[in-house]
Every structure is written in C-alpha cells, then in structure tokens.
C-alpha cells in the first residue's frame, strides 16, 4: 500500500545548525512524484519541491538541499545555516501514475514540525 | 486572482448549527481537494473531486458532512448540525488536470470554531 511516514514529529534546533527532515515512502509503483511542503504558522502550505521516481540527482536550492534515494525509498530534506524563518512544519508527499485510489494518487506524510530558536 | 481563494476565513458557529465553507479553485485546474487540520495534527484528506468524475468521499468522516462542486469549478463543504470536535482548518487545494505529477495549490484555510 502507498505510504508516507516522517517519523520525526518534532524537530528544535538552535540557529545556524543544519538540521535534516526524513520522509520515508512505500509504493508499489515504477512511476511516481515526491513533493514537499511547507507550512509556516502563517497555515498556508507552499510548495517546495518536487522529484520524479527516475531522477535521483540530489538538488540544492540556496540553503535547501533534497537527497532522494530510491534504494531506501526516502527523500530527505536537509536545510543548511537554519534560521528562525525556517520554523514551520514540513509535509513529505507522493503522487503516483498507475495505482488509482482514493485521494487522486496523492497521499501526505503526517508532517514534522521545525522550531529554529535564536 | 490567480491563487486559490477560500471564503470566509474564520467562522464561529453554536453548536448544532449548519456551516458552509467555500472554495474557489486556480482556474482551469479539474482537480478539488478538501482536508482538514486540527491542532498541531497533519493534513487529514476529506473529498477529492476530479472533473465530472464522481468524487472520492472517502475521507468524509461522518454523515454530517457534505460537499459539492458545481460547474466543475466552485466546491461547498457543508457541515451539518456542527459538534465541537468539528473546529479545525478546512484546507482546500486545487491541482491542474489529473496531474499526478503537479502539486498542489492551497488555499489560505477556513478557521472554524465550534462553540
């Protein structure tokens, strides 16, 4: 069955570390999308990134940074030099093509929340 | 505008009472989701609605709770005769065609409290 699980459900840091967010995922499909997403405590969830099931190229995005390996099935996020703003809570999830069910294919970790202190 | 618009931002209503919330999706997106967010917890899946296709109600935790989307744009969630547990953030998201490889688009969440 598909599943999503970030097993992390609280994070505190203080500024300036680097922390990483896990996500770990089950599929029984060839084919499929990562995504993740923040969420401030503004509540507005923002896309982030999204990685398909055929390209493992890790990706930095300023002081982002995504490791998406298939031999483990997880898609870690790991944020460099953290900063109050980073304080939100992140959402892992995957879409698949083949495997039609309920929610349109797409399913959500149950998120982790980051506090970066100062 | 170009984003998704949810209506109203917060509402508080008695308990018992009927609410409606609205949910007014990216045009051109065929692709409706409805969650819900209680405090401190992740997204919980409600409805999805993808073109004419009959909807995906399995996440509708009771059946006090309804929603429809007319014109393949527009979507109503309703909440019948409210209960306390009921107060949450209704998150809509809207998603371009089936695209299963395009994310989602949130709306800025209705805040219901039940009194």
């Known amino acids: 069955a598909q599943k999503v699980t970030q097993a992390q459900t609280e994070i505190s840091v203080v500024e300036k570390e680097d922390v990483t967010l896990d996500c770990v995922y089950e599929?029984?499909?060839?084919?499929?999308?990562l995504f993740w997403y923040k969420q401030p405590p503004s509540g507005e969830l923002v896309f982030l990134i999204r990685?398909?099931?055929?390209?493992?190229q890790n990706e930095i995005s300023g002081r982002y940074s995504w490791n998406f390996q298939k031999s483990t099935s997880s898609f870690n996020f790991t944020i460099t030099a953290s900063q109050v703003v980073d304080s939100a809570v992140y959402f892992c999830a995957l879409s698949e093509l083949n495997y039609g069910g309920s929610q349109g294919n797409l399913i959500f970790g149950k998120g982790t929340k980051l506090s970066v202190k100062p | 505008g170009a984003g998704v618009s949810q209506s109203p931002s917060n509402k508080v209503t008695e308990k018992g009472k009927d609410v409606e919330l609205r949910c007014d999706p990216i045009s051109g997106h065929t692709a409706l989701y409805w969650y819900r967010q209680s405090l401190g917890q992740g997204l919980e899946f409600l409805i999805y609605?993808?073109?004419?296709?009959?909807?995906?109600k399995s996440g509708l935790p009771s059946d006090r709770f309804s929603a429809e989307r007319t014109g393949g744009s527009v979507s109503t969630l309703t909440i019948q005769r409210t209960q306390q547990e009921d107060s949450a953030v209704y998150l809509c998201?809207?998603?371009?065609?089936?695209?299963?490889?395009?994310?989602?688009?949130f709306g800025n969440g209705t805040r219901l409290t039940v009194t």
């Open positions: 609605f993808q073109g004419n296709s009959a909807p995906d």
């Open positions: 599929t029984r499909d060839t084919t499929y999308y």
């Open positions: 998201a809207s998603r371009r065609d089936r695209g299963w490889n395009s994310p989602l688009h």
């Open positions: 990685r398909n099931s055929f390209d493992e």
